[in-house]
Every structure is written in C-alpha cells, then in structure tokens.
C-alpha cells in the first residue's frame, strides 16, 4: 500500500511564502513522477508543477518564477516552495506520484488548503 502525506499548507498573507511537503510511504518500487496540482472551488483541478525522476521540472505559467518544485530521493518526498502568493493561488493543493510497485500507477495525497488573502 502506497500513501501520500502532504503538509505545509495554511493561511498567509498576499506577498508571503508557504513550503509544502509530500511524503511517499510504502511499498515503493520506484517513483517516476511527481508532481503538485491545485483545485480552486468551482474549477477543475490543474497542474502547477511536476519534476521527473532525472530531475527536470515543469510548470504552470501561473507559477513561473514563483514556485519552486524539488525533490529528495532518498526520502521520497517532493516540496513546492512557493513565493510571492497571490489570493488567485488560494486552492486545494494535491500531491501526486506516478510510482512502480507491482506495476506502475498514479497515486494521490489527500490535499492541503492554501489560503492566500489580500
């Protein structure tokens, strides 16, 4: 069984920065992809940032030079340091892995709301 945990998210202020964090636990064989996405309510969730296992990254346009994505391997655990919030950056922040156990398959975090007022 493969889990997620993210942390980091909260309340903060136009301007200011938060960190998330994502952990992968379990049964992991090898993580290919991850990556974070965001939901705002009554949108659809989108991609913000994803780094591959040979560490190159992507990005929303929305977040770039903004947002940092980054990884520790040996931990299994990816950030997203974000800079310079904007209340349009407000959403339901998820963590997401394309990792191979027995086969290879997309797994999610549970979310963490990021709150970003003017």
């Known amino acids: 069984q493969v889990q997620l945990v993210e942390s980091g998210g909260g309340l903060v202020q136009a301007g200011g920065s938060l960190r998330l964090s994502c952990a992968a636990s379990?049964?992991?064989?090898?993580?290919?992809?991850m990556g974070w996405y965001r939901q705002a309510p009554g949108k659809q969730r989108e991609l913000v940032a994803i780094?591959?296992?040979?560490?190159?990254?992507s990005y929303a346009d929305s977040v770039k030079g903004r947002f940092t994505i980054s990884r520790d391997s040996t931990k299994n655990t990816v950030f997203l340091q974000m800079n310079s919030l904007k209340p349009e950056d407000t959403a339901v922040y998820y963590c997401?892995?394309?990792?191979?156990?027995?086969?290879?398959?997309?797994?999610w975090g549970q979310g963490t709301q990021v709150t970003v007022s003017s």
């Open positions: 379990g049964s992991i064989g090898s993580i290919n992809v």
């Open positions: 780094i591959v296992s040979g560490g190159s990254t």
């Open positions: 997401n892995a394309l990792i191979a156990t027995i086969s290879t398959r997309s797994y």
